[in-house]
T-cell receptor, first 115, second 113 residues
Framework: DVKVTQSSRYLVKRTGEKVFLECVQD?????MFWYRQDPGLGLRLIYFSYDVKMKEKGDIPEGYSVSREKKERFSLILESASTNQTSMYLC??????????????FGQGTRLTVV | DQQVKQNSPSLSVQEGRISILNCDYTNSMFDYFLWYKKYPAEGPTFLIS?????DKNEDGRFTVFLNKSAKHLSLHIVPSQPGDSAVYFC????????????FGKGMKLTVNP
């Protein structure tokens, strides 16, 4: 079974802090994604990566950056956390072409609260 | 501009009855559609998909119907079970799935025992 693991289930950070959200997948998937989920807004794509050291902006990249130094790990970085970044963050991975419509395997989510 | 719309935020049904979850899309380039289910505190999991070359796809209790002319798809769950209570996301993609997935806002289904 594919496993996508996010390093933290719950995080509380202060405004202005630099925050790292880590995601690791164990099935050698090429493609990894970061979403945020907010009530009434559904899932929105922040960034994705279809290869090591490659990254593409999603729909809402402002205030975020990402890092993919190794195939299995995709990090989401909040350079200076703000309260409007309080959200549930979901990491996902897929195999094949960048958006091959196979299953997307999601991590369990990280609930980030910025105070 | 929301390209994938789930206009009803919630639905409540009795156990054993049919649940019908609806999804509309505006982008005529979409040709592949998926449903995901999400339990609280968990990531979404893939449920069922349909390509635009079909108008129906079944998997056990779950059936997805696609009406291309109306740009509408629906997920039918028969019979509904309490364990089906979750948030359901509709998603769409273009060019046979080579374009990024666009998600709806989700719909909370509650199945009452």
């Amino acid at each position: 079974d594919v496993k996508v693991t996010q390093s933290s289930r719950y995080l509380v950070k202060r405004t202005g802090e630099k925050v790292f959200l880590e995601c690791v997948q164990d099935m050698d998937h090429e493609n990894m994604f970061w979403y945020r989920q907010d009530p009434g807004l559904g899932l929105r794509l922040i960034y994705f990566s279809y290869d090591v050291k490659m990254k593409e902006k999603g729909d809402i990249p402002e205030g975020y950056s990402v890092s993919r130094e190794k195939k299995e790990r995709f990090s989401l970085i909040l350079e200076s956390a703000s309260t409007n970044q309080t959200s549930m963050y979901l990491c996902a991975s897929t195999t094949g072409g960048p958006w091959d419509v196979t299953e997307a395997f999601f991590g369990q989510g990280t609930r980030l609260t910025v105070v | 501009d929301q390209q994938v719309k789930q206009n009803s935020p919630s639905l409540s049904v009795q156990e054993g009855r049919i649940s019908i979850l609806n999804c509309d899309y505006t982008n005529s380039m979409f040709d592949y559609f998926l449903w995901y289910k999400k339990y609280p505190a968990e990531g979404p999991t893939f449920l069922i998909s349909i390509s635009s070359i079909k108008d129906k796809n079944e998997d056990g209790r779950f059936t997805v119907f696609l009406n291309k002319s109306a740009k509408h798809l629906s997920l039918h769950i028969v019979p509904s079970q309490p364990g089906d209570s979750a948030v359901y996301f509709c998603a769409a993609s273009a060019q046979g799935g080579s374009e990024k997935l666009v998600f709806g806002k989700g719909m909370k289904l509650t199945v009452n025992p």
